[in-house]
């Protein structure tokens, strides 16, 4: 081959190895643009769950101290309740110690009125707060009853509640404090 064809050759080479070296930094150019974009990517998916971590202890915090404050103050709406009694209460006390001799019976009635005022008060507000007393009429059952003792008669069927020495209370579904009963043998 001539000098020529050998230069043209050559040449030839010389530019596909620039294209080639081009190529190969059009690559690795397109090969890192790539990767920051990954990167980059990287960073939002993690800035993200980063947040949304930050989002869910403060979510956990606020839940736990909610929950908190609702056990420390769940019987708020009854000490509310219950202080209407103690101001019932309160005027009793006042209106005994304003007593003297000239007054006693009547201020003695007021009292007896009085008393069973706030009795029939302390009622309703037990029975706003699902409290209620157990019925103790009939059958003993060992669910809602204790039995104190025994007693002989004639009158009740063996097992049956003669009397009453203690009401027992239920708070909605449970037993808040049983019933002391006596029972016929």
């Known amino acids: 081959m001539s000098e020529k064809q050998d230069e043209m050759l050559s040449d030839e080479a010389t530019e596909e190895q620039k294209m080639e070296t081009g ?10 643009t790539s ?3 990954m990167e ?3 960073a939002e ?9 930050a989002d869910f202890e403060n979510t956990k915090k606020r839940l736990e101290r909610d929950k908190s404050s609702a056990v420390s103050y769940a019987n708020e709406s009854f000490a509310m309740d219950i202080l209407a009694v103690i101001d019932s209460f309160e005027q009793a006390l ?12 009547e201020v003695l009635e007021k009292m ?3 008393v069973y005022l706030t009795y029939e008060q302390l009622k309703k507000v037990l029975e706003k707060n699902y409290i209620k007393e157990i019925n103790c009429e009939g059958a003993f059952d060992p669910n809602l009853h204790q ?3 025994q ?5 009740h069927e063996s097992g049956q509640i003669v009397q009453t020495l203690q009401k027992g209370y239920t708070i909605k579904d449970r037993v808040l404090r049983p019933s002391m009963v006596s029972t016929s043998k």
């Open 23 to 32: 190529s190969a930094e059009e690559n690795a150019e397109a090969g890192d």
């Open 35 to 37: 990767l920051e974009a």
């Open 151 to 155: 007693i002989e008669s004639d009158e």
């Open 45 to 53: 998916w993690k800035d993200k769950y980063l947040r949304a971590h």
């Open 112 to 114: 007896k009125e009085g």
């Open 94 to 105: 006042t209106s005994i110690e304003g007593a003297d001799e000239a007054n006693a019976s």
């Open 147 to 149: 039995a104190i003792m």
């Open 40 to 42: 980059q990517e990287l």
